[in-house]
């Protein structure tokens, strides 16, 4: 998998069939349940993936057979840890087109961006010496993000411009859900020192063009930090190819379990980072006033790592890897289709983001009009249909489009077409049910 | 879907509350300092004896919101705030004072908006005492899911938000606009 996102990926690769899928579930013992007295039909992987037997045996097998603490010890179990968690970070990095050391372990994306923002900030005070200064930041300084982001991608960038006195900048967002790349190319100037940019909307769905936004912070000298969470999960992606300084994203979205995730970033830039958070495993040499650091990627992983947590997360990944992301995003994309086609055929329906024809990963959220996106999620969980209601973590983003509030359903390669087209048939009873003439 | 949890759920009552909105002034609420349950003809301001509260709550899942604003007469004033910013619960006005006026605005489902409607016909021109009992039994039923029958002689109305006790993720949104009308009562 080393081809980022291109057209002929897309254009060449063969869907997971309804075949394939129905096998795949058998993977995932959670899908086979009843809720409310209906089928389970789980549309809220955007938020959290489920996770197939392989990532759970894992997990299992590690705690049954080798559990003990990783880079310390001098024991054969100690050994035999640290050998699979350093196999997963191998595992994790192929995957996404990077070099072993270039993957940092983090809780989530959020502890990831968060870990460059206040390496960065520390930095600014200071520390990390000289080969640190590159990535200290002032008055005049600008940080570019879009109007898209989830408040992951925003909330750590806004405190960064306090604490250091940059100045936080966005890229607008158009109606139809796309970023304005020419309003992009006035923002990003050379007082820009960083662009934080989603891959794929969480909300949207639109995959953001990030040669375009990667050239324009090039040309300036910036940094660029892509939020992979929606991306990674559901396409192939070489950070490598795509030319990013960092990446984040994480496992529990990705068929893995929570509270591990992934900082990528490049190795030259990660040599030269202050850490984030400090203690133990992270340093060479202590005295009661100073301590020097390890390199990367150990510099950035103060204290006891998530250790079952990441071989999980590469089981997970030997699980995308076998079943083909290119497959996968195929077979989402027509998910995505089916579900933007079948939404603009419910009266009241306003489909947030591009029309239907238009590329997008396989989620639509969507207003419908007079019932409030609680009340929609309520009446589909009552038919056993899982969808998340709300801002989705993005409240600028719905606020630009115009509602505060939405409802959105998200596939994964485990989801059937039946299960698109039972989502659409309860969602055209909402309306009727609360009375709302179309 | 013939649906009789939804039924259960979404009783009538709620669906035409959530329309209707009593006491949510079309143009929102008027500059602070104005109640606007009666636009334009509000005695408020130095002098008229009416003091007029406002609380915001936001429920943070979802997002719904209500701004909700009374103005209470006679009786006597709340005390200031306990120690700690935390009022005591003895820093509402005295029962015998008299919600005269009240208005709100919000935006959220349709549990949360026919909520506010209902208190609003609740609770508009009661005493604190009524207020106050009818707002607790209205708490200890929603937070029984589903084991209270509801008092509809104190409730009202508000008795068919009895099934919503059955969904814990909803009680919040029942509760919001009480949870704004409980701290405006308290509020200096």
Not at chain 1, 63 to 84: D, S
Request: with cysteine; proline share 5%.
């Amino acid at each position: 998998m080393t081809s980022s996102v291109s057209p002929s990926t897309r254009a060449n690769a063969r869907p997971l069939t309804d075949e394939e899928v129905d096998r795949i579930r058998n993977d995932f013992p959670i899908l086979d349940q009843l809720v409310n007295g209906h089928p389970l039909n789980y549309l809220d992987s955007g938020a959290t993936s489920q996770n197939p037997l392989s990532v759970m045996e894992a997990e299992q097998e590690f705690y049954e057979q080798r559990n003990a603490a990783v880079h310390r010890g001098a024991h054969t179990l100690a050994f035999g840890a640290t050998e699979t968690f350093e196999a997963a970070r191998a595992t994790v990095a192929a995957f996404i087109g990077a070099q072993a050391d270039e993957v940092v372990w983090t809780s989530n994306a959020t502890e990831g961006i968060n870990l460059v923002a206040y390496s960065f900030s520390n930095a600014s005070l200071g520390l990390g010496g000289p080969a640190a200064k590159r990535f200290a930041l002032g008055a005049g300084d600008e940080i570019v993000v879009t109007e898209m982001e989830h408040h992951a991608n925003l909330i750590p960038w806004q405190q960064l411009a306090l604490r250091t006195g940059a100045t936080l900048r966005f890229i607008p967002v158009r109606d139809d859900g796309t970023l304005d790349l020419a309003a992009a190319a006035g923002i990003i100037g050379a007082r820009t020192r960083l662009l934080a940019v989603t891959h794929a909307s969480n909300v949207v769905g639109t995959i953001n063009p990030v040669a375009e936004l990667v050239a324009l912070a090039r040309a300036v000298g910036a940094l660029v930090l892509l939020d992979a969470c929606q991306s990674v999960p559901h396409l192939p992606v070489d950070v490598a190819a795509l030319d990013v300084d960092f990446a984040v994203f994480s496992g529990h979205k990705m068929l893995g379990p929570t509270g591990i995730g992934v900082l990528y970033g490049k190795a030259e830039l990660l040599a030269d980072m202050p850490p984030f958070l400090t203690g133990g495993s992270m340093i060479t040499t202590v005295d009661m006033h100073t301590a020097e650091f390890l390199a990367p990627p150990q510099r950035f992983e103060a204290g006891t790592q998530r250790i079952s947590q990441a071989i999980a997360l590469a089981a997970a990944v030997d699980y995308l890897t076998e079943t083909g992301m290119d497959r996968i995003m195929a077979r989402e994309a027509e998910l995505g289709q089916r579900l933007v086609e079948g939404l603009a055929e419910i009266p009241g329906v306003r489909l947030l983001g591009p029309p239907a024809g238009v590329e997008r990963i396989g989620l639509a959220s969507f207003d419908l009009a007079g019932v409030h996106a609680h009340d929609v999620g309520q009446y589909l969980d009552e038919a056993g249909i899982a969808v998340r209601v709300g801002h989705h973590c993005a409240q600028p983003l719905h606020r630009r489009l115009g509602v505060t509030a939405s409802t959105r359903a998200s596939t994964y390669l485990y989801t059937t077409t039946d299960e698109v087209d039972r989502f659409l048939a309860t969602l055209a009873e909402v309306a009727p049910f609360f009375g709302v003439k179309s | 879907m013939t649906n009789s949890a939804m039924q259960q759920l979404y009783q009538q009552i709620i669906l035409d509350h959530a329309k209707s909105r009593n006491g949510a002034p079309a143009g929102g609420l008027p500059p602070l300092g104005e109640v606007g349950t009666v636009p334009g003809a509000s005695p408020t301001g130095a002098g008229s004896g009416l003091r007029v509260t406002e609380s915001h709550q936001v429920n943070t899942t979802c997002g719904d919101e209500v701004t909700l604003r009374i103005g209470v007469r006679g009786g006597e004033a709340g005390g200031p705030p306990a120690s700690g910013g935390v009022p005591a619960s003895g820093a509402e006005p005295t029962g015998d004072a008299v919600i005269e006026e009240f208005a709100w605005a919000g935006d959220g489902c349709s549990i949360s908006m026919a909520s506010a409607s209902v208190l609003h016909d609740t609770v508009w021109g009661e005493d604190v005492a009524t207020a106050r009992a009818v707002l607790n039994t209205f708490r200890e039923m929603l937070r029984s899911r589903g084991t209270i029958e509801p008092d509809e002689e104190v409730l009202g109305d508000a008795a068919a938000f009895a099934g919503v006790s059955r969904y814990p993720a909803r009680v919040k949104c029942a509760m919001l606009p009480w949870v704004a009308f409980e701290a405006a009562l308290l509020a200096e």
